[in-house]
């Protein structure tokens, strides 16, 4: 179990610039950690009022459910398919979903803000909302059809098997063109080099858009080079 890293004498902008989903914390109790974050969080708190307790509690959550990578993936080559499944939709799809719809905002203002100085931004807001929608799209069919059907192939009773392994086959090529959304975003923005003149938000941008990048990578890998091979 990896240590909780922050105290109240962290600067809030290192914490944002360590983990990135903390900014999600930091909006709901009003913090400003973009202008205003080369202060101690204990600073904020003061500043503002707040809760010590109920806010290093969310920072915590937040650190504890985002901290940890995918690093055994052995443990699901040994797993059946309805595990690697489970895991798949409770560790990538509810976090995507929820990534998608918080970040969303701060895509969409950075654009407005900084997209006549940076056009580079207006791409990368029709990119991802590109991206956003297929995923969400993709997401809904692997669990009301897909995985139900990946099931049965495992346990033996699906009615038509070549018309199963066809929706797969489909599947593998949604996740290709979800991974052309994120080469491209990333061609777009020179593998996220952030300009000289990037804020807070600008730089929380492109950090959390590289984050949502190797999750996909990640759960594009556990389904394409783990679980569907099984019934090829």
Request: proline letters at 3%.
């Amino acid at each position: 179990m990896i240590t909780f890293p922050f105290s109240t004498n962290t600067l809030v902008k290192d914490i944002v610039n360590e983990l990135p989903k903390t900014s999600d914390v930091f909006k709901k109790f009003r913090i400003d950690f973009c202008c205003g974050g080369n202060i101690p969080l204990s600073q904020a708190i003061e500043a503002n009022g707040l809760d010590e307790k109920a806010l290093m509690n969310e920072l915590k959550a937040v650190f504890e459910k985002y901290s940890s990578t995918e690093t055994d993936l052995d443990v699901w080559t040994k797993s059946d398919s309805t595990t690697i499944i489970d895991h798949v939709i409770n560790h990538y799809h509810r976090t995507s979903e929820e990534e998608l719809s918080l970040l969303s905002p701060y895509v969409t203002k950075v654009s407005r803000v900084h997209g006549d100085t940076h056009p580079e931004l207006l791409k990368v807001y029709e990119l991802f909302y590109e991206f956003k929608r297929e995923l969400m799209e993709h997401m809904a069919k692997e669990e009301a059809v897909v995985f139900p059907l990946i099931k049965q192939l495992a346990d033996g009773t699906v009615e038509n098997r070549e018309e199963a392994i066809n929706m797969i086959v489909e599947l593998e090529k949604e996740h290709d063109h979800a991974g052309e959304i994120l080469r491209q975003i990333r061609a777009v923005t020179s593998d996220y080099a952030l300009p000289v003149d990037a804020c807070g938000t600008y730089t929380l941008v492109y950090k959390r858009l590289e984050e949502l990048e190797g999750l996909t990578f990640m759960h594009v890998h556990l389904e394409n080079n783990i679980l569907f091979p099984r019934y090829f």
